[in-house]
């Protein structure tokens, strides 16, 4: 089964930038990783830029800026259902969090037919910078609509990010964008492949082509 989903993941890839794989095991890093991942929680905005600022005809998206941490998935359903913004693009700058939710958000991303991407979301008020400074989270978590800027250099989606582009319908990655894999550890990889089957029994196929 884990074959099988990395074959999917591996083909999802094909039309991808080289991808760069690094990997830890030392349990020191890994608690380090952890800790990241709950400081840094992933906020969900709808950007409002200039004309054309995220694409021909593209005015406003969805940023998805931090880590997946725990509850990501669902704090991503609950923001698609009182938005309604479905029909927008949305664009991740991630440095990885938990593979189980990253799949799950792959899952939404396919059952709205969405297209995903790779940017920085600046919003008003905030300097272009990564992680995000206390004070930019806070203005983020203020609201959700901003007016904003989409920035494609210097923007990453590293591991468990990845896992969720995958599910879009359509993915985008600027040349100026980063895309990393880091090796899966414990049980984390039997996580996301038992939540990627779960989708594939759900929508009785498995995710498209690239």
Not at 157 to 169: D, E, I, N, P, T
Not at 193 to 206: K, P, Q, T, W, Y
Request: aromatic fraction near 6%; hydrophobic fraction near 40%; charged fraction near 25%.
């Amino acid at each position: 089964m884990i074959r099988k989903f990395m074959g999917c993941l591996a083909a999802a890839l094909c039309c991808l930038p080289v991808v760069a794989i690094a990997a830890s095991d030392d349990p020191k890093e890994l608690e380090r990783l952890l800790a990241k991942v709950e400081s840094e929680p992933m906020i969900f905005v709808v950007a409002m830029g200039e004309p054309n600022a995220c694409g021909r005809g593209c005015t406003e998206w969805i940023a998805g800026q931090g880590r997946f941490d725990e509850g990501t998935a669902q704090r991503f359903r609950e923001f698609l259902a009182v938005s309604g913004k479905r029909d927008l693009p949305i664009f991740f700058n991630s440095d990885s969090g938990l593979l189980r939710e990253a799949v799950q958000i792959g899952s939404i991303l396919r059952e709205n037919r969405m297209t995903a991407g790779v940017a920085r979301t600046v919003v008003e008020g905030c300097r272009l910078g990564f992680p995000l400074d206390d004070a930019c989270r806070h203005l983020m978590q203020s609201k959700r609509e901003h007016k904003a800027r989409l920035y494609y250099g210097g923007a990453r989606c590293a591991s468990a990010c990845v896992y969720a582009m995958v599910g879009a319908l359509t993915r985008h990655v600027d040349p100026g964008a980063t895309l990393r894999i880091h090796s899966s550890i414990g049980g984390e990889i039997e996580k996301a492949e038992n939540s990627f089957a779960a989708l594939r029994r759900g929508h009785g196929r498995r995710p498209g082509p690239c």
